[in-house]
């Protein structure tokens, strides 16, 4: 079988695949590892001379100039590990919903093998937390041939702004290698350069709690500000009452959806997008009898798995398509015969569905269920007029009507996907408002919610949390903050529209929208790929070639630092000390288990860690570094260690997780407490995680709404004025309306989607397509963890990167199987190799999100497939990336075709 077929069949853990890795990373590794520690040495030699020797021994070499010589003690342990080597908890923590166990096998201070969850009997109930081939291949970005290694200043570039900057030259320039007092010295210079000329406004830093740290202390910085990956459920469900203390906590516990009937998924796809357990829990669901049915454009994976019936569904129109359903509930309603709504839920529960239950001082007119049958309007909101839009045939909207009458035990799903699109805002409240209607809500076997990341499928508060590293915030002066749709804009023109200085999940946001002046001159990206992940990547390349100076915190030479003057190399998180996965951390792992993963290496070459980093610029700025982090890293990861929590036995309240004896804080070299605890510090570090078991009818399930449901008075919801659900919610229209982007309706109304379907028309009411004639959506995809992963030639092969085009519409064009196409988009061009399918519908192209840009200088068409770069920066409502909202074209290349994309050198910046 080839290396590739292998690969997809999932066999990548098994030796006839690792045994060709081997040499290569004994090679590219081994120098640097020597002085790796095992799992209970807790020191580590940062900026030491060995490392630094090491760097100078290895940094030379490349995937196709290695030795092939490894010691008798590495080709032991890798033909059978449990003869030597030690295994150690490897942090796997990149962004990709899953967060799982990996251990690494270490033998004379290599890495040769790499294992998943194996502590204990997979079963469905208690599952092993196990890995997928983008964690399996972590050591080829640990240890990677393109790793940085020093710091890096871009050749053309001198300090003192103006033509001094040579802008145009970023992304094109050469690279020169520095030293890090050189680094230092430039980054404080400019910083100081730019406060007294322009004021601290003038800094730009979009993320990276380690240098915001440092550039409050001396005087502040622009920050930023996105709705992320939830879209339109940033905001939205925080206001009307969906939410409950965090998004997966409307929905009830994994045990808990095998009890419903019916599944019903709108644009979710947890095999590809929720690593980890999440499809293993869907899949019991589906043994348990549950049937389910997919609302999507594309029958992706996920609804494969499971059987799923299709709705399909064009991207952008979810609330035309709902709202519709709502029609056929409240037309086809029959309490005898044909029970479909829950009055009492929804009398008791909500406000505004209809003229009874509209709040005091408002219109009755603008109920919802009045602006569904078109009372006022004269548009009722039928199957038919959504079809037009949505492409869904009227009976299948129906017959779900139907399959999720108040009788039924259905669970309403809804992954963030859905949100990721512009005039979205009332999506979220109309999901609410379907489930308060039907009922699906309090009970169990009843859910409705956004279910999404590594939480998908099982709602409910953390039953083991991480605890917090004790260090004191530091509040930033400045409160300039720009939405991600208009930071580019605000570079290039000047301007922006300031809605408030909190960051998107904060209750005293979008109190107005006030025109601002701005005029920024650095860039500091400490965390963040703002550059490759951000709306308009085109106009984003032209902003950043504008400003003065642009430094970046990378492992890699990614788009971020590819556009930069600064590159200073940091750590991974193999690098550190240790850390933590799971527990309470925001999307960083289900609610059952945290992980605690250990040193695997020394810092490699002359990387330093990003608080290091932080400290050596408040050095140089003349900041005492110790107002920056009063107590190290270590001290750091102990607090952390000796606050974690788990919840008792009984299920009532939470007590220590870990034990703590005075020898291991001694040995630490740490300030504490010996304490009592459920696991031992070192077996918790030697285990790696600590995971809650499940059983049917233990004292840790959940249902969301419970209580809320039995009592609507007794137990009012946080997330609302009226503690109720609200169908009609002034406050949200308000606050909304305030910020000065769109505007929406108390109730959840169709608006007409800038850069949706109706727009890939030049005349509407012929039907006659535009010059843009496709709708694009970004799904996110294996090879990559959002962008992480991209430069990994392991996953470059396993997965190609394709574009998914439906095979009708490529019959249309002429356009076969592998052919290199041109994606044409108002904002930029981008080239991919086809894959044809039926399972996109036609007039949807699927281009997956976060492929590494490769622009051609000369054409300005990149040949990566980044789907950012095909994007634009069009703030809607709250301020929603519209991440799922793009028209385009798509033909066969003239040009030169595409090849592999594992054939693409890796971007290695300064060859030796």
């Known amino acids: 079988m080839k290396l590739l077929e292998q690969i997809r069949n999932r066999q990548i853990g098994r030796r006839d695949f690792l045994k060709g890795s081997l040499a290569a990373t004994v090679s590219l590794a081994g120098v640097s590892l020597a002085g790796c520690r095992d799992a209970g040495n807790l020191t580590t030699t940062a900026g030491s001379s060995e490392t630094g020797t090491a760097a100078a021994k290895t940094s030379s070499l490349a995937e196709g100039d290695v030795s092939t010589e490894a010691s008798a003690g590495q080709e032991a342990a890798f033909e059978d590990p449990d003869k030597g080597g030690t295994w150690i908890t490897a942090a796997c923590w990149h962004n990709c919903g899953g967060r799982c166990l990996n251990k690494a096998l270490v033998a004379d201070g290599v890495v040769v093998r790499q294992k998943t969850d194996d502590t204990h009997e997979d079963t469905p109930d208690f599952p092993q937390q196990r890995g997928c081939l983008r964690g399996r ?62 004021g601290n406004r003038a800094i730009f830093i979009p993320k990276g709690d380690e240098i915001m740290r440092t550039a409050a202390l001396f005087g502040g910085y622009c920050g930023y500000w996105n709705t992320n990956s939830f879209g339109s459920w940033a905001f939205t469900p925080r206001t009307v009452g969906f939410f409950l203390d965090a998004f997966d906590q409307t929905v009830n516990d994994r045990l808990d959806m095998r009890n419903c009937e019916t599944i019903v998924m709108l644009s979710m796809n947890p095999a590809w997008s929720a690593q980890g357990s999440s499809s293993w829990h869907y899949m019991q669901a589906k043994k348990a009898g549950a049937k389910f049915i997919a609302i999507d454009p594309y029958y992706n994976e996920t609804y494969s798995l499971l059987e799923a019936d299709w709705i399909p569904v064009r991207p952008c129109t979810d609330t035309a398509f709902l709202l519709s359903l709502a029609y056929v509930l409240i037309t086809e309603d029959d309490p005898e015969k044909n029970p479909l709504i829950d009055w009492d839920f929804l009398n008791r529960c909500t406000i505004g569905f209809d003229e009874a239950h509209m709040p005091e001082g408002e219109d009755p007119k603008g109920n919802f269920k009045d602006y569904v049958l078109g009372t006022y309007d004269g548009v009722p909101k039928t199957p038919e007029w959504a079809e037009e839009l949505t492409g869904a045939a009227p009976g299948k909207v129906r017959e779900l009507a139907e399959a999720m009458g108040k009788d039924h035990r259905v669970a309403f799903y809804a992954g963030m996907a859905s949100g990721r699109t512009r005039n979205s805002d009332n999506l979220p409240q109309l999901i609410m408002t379907i489930g308060a209607m039907t009922g699906h809500m309090g009970k169990s076997g009843h859910m409705t919610g956004s279910t999404m990341h590594a939480t998908s499928g099982n709602g409910g508060p953390a039953l083991v949390k991480v605890g917090g590293s004790g260090l004191p915030a530091i509040a930033n002066p400045v409160d300039d903050c720009i939405n991600a749709n208009q930071i580019w804009d605000a570079i290039l023109t000047g301007k922006y529209n300031w809605t408030g200085s909190g960051g998107t999940h904060a209750d005293n946001q979008y109190m107005r929208g006030e025109e601002r002046e701005i005029d920024i001159r650095m860039i500091y990206q400490g965390a963040f790929a703002m550059l490759q992940t951000n709306d308009g990547m085109a106009k984003g390349i032209e902003a950043t070639r504008k400003v003065d100076f642009v430094v970046s915190n990378a492992q890699f030479l990614t788009t971020n630092a590819k556009y930069s003057d600064i590159v200073l190399p940091v750590v991974t998180e193999w690098e550190k000390i240790g850390g933590f996965m799971g527990g309470n951390l925001r999307h960083t792992g289900n609610r059952e288990m945290l992980i605690t993963y250990s040193q695997v290496t020394k810092p490699m070459y002359e990387c330093k860690s990003d608080q290091e980093i932080a400290m050596l610029i408040a050095e140089k700025l003349g900041i005492d570094p110790k107002e920056v982090y009063p107590f190290d890293y270590t001290q750091q990861y102990f607090n952390t260690m000796a606050t974690c929590q788990v919840i008792r036995e009984d299920g009532e309240g939470y007590e220590n997780l870990v034990s703590v004896t005075a020898d291991e804080i001694r040995e630490l070299g740490v300030e504490g407490e010996p304490q009592e605890g459920r696991i031992s510090m070192t077996e918790f570090r030697e285990k790696g995680i600590y995971q809650v078991e499940r059983k049917e009818g233990d004292p840790y399930g959940y249902i969301a709404y419970e209580k809320f449901r039995e009592d609507p008075e007794a137990n009012p919801l946080a997330s609302s004025e009226s503690g109720k659900l609200e169908i009609y919610s002034k406050k949200l229209a308000d606050r909304i309306n305030s910020m000065g982007y769109s505007t929406i309706k108390p109730i959840p109304t169709y608006i007409e989607v800038q850069g949706g379907y109706s727009q890939t028309f030049k005349d509407w009411e012929k039907k006659e397509k535009g010059e843009y004639p496709f709708q694009i959506t970004n799904p996110h995809y294996l090879r990559r963890s959002h962008t992480v992963f991209d430069n990994v030639t392991w996953m470059r092969e396993a997965y190609e990167n394709p574009v998914f085009l439906n095979a009708s519409d490529a019959k249309e064009r002429k356009i076969a199987e592998g052919d290199t196409v041109l994606i044409t988009t108002p904002y930029g061009k981008t080239l991919r190799n086809a894959f044809l399918t039926e399972r996109y519908m036609p007039g949807v192209i699927g281009l997956p999100h976060g492929a590494w840009v490769d622009v051609d200088e000369e054409t300005g068409i990149d040949r990566a497939g980044a789907d950012n770069y095909i994007s634009g920066q069009l703030p809607q409502g709250a301020g929603i990336s519209g991440f799922n909202t793009n028209i385009g074209n798509i033909e066969k290349y003239t040009g030169e075709p595409l090849g592999r994309d594992v054939d693409v050198p890796q971007r290695i910046p300064v060859k030796e």
């Open 137 to 198: 291949s972590q050591r080829k970005q640990v240890f990677g041939a393109d790793r940085l290694k020093y710091p890096m200043k871009r050749k053309s570039w001198q300090p003192g702004g103006g033509a001094n900057a040579h802008g145009e030259m970023r992304g094109r320039d050469e690279w020169e290698r520095i030293s890090w007092d050189e680094a230092a010295d430039y980054i404080a210079g400019e910083m100081k350069r730019i406060k007294e000329a322009y």
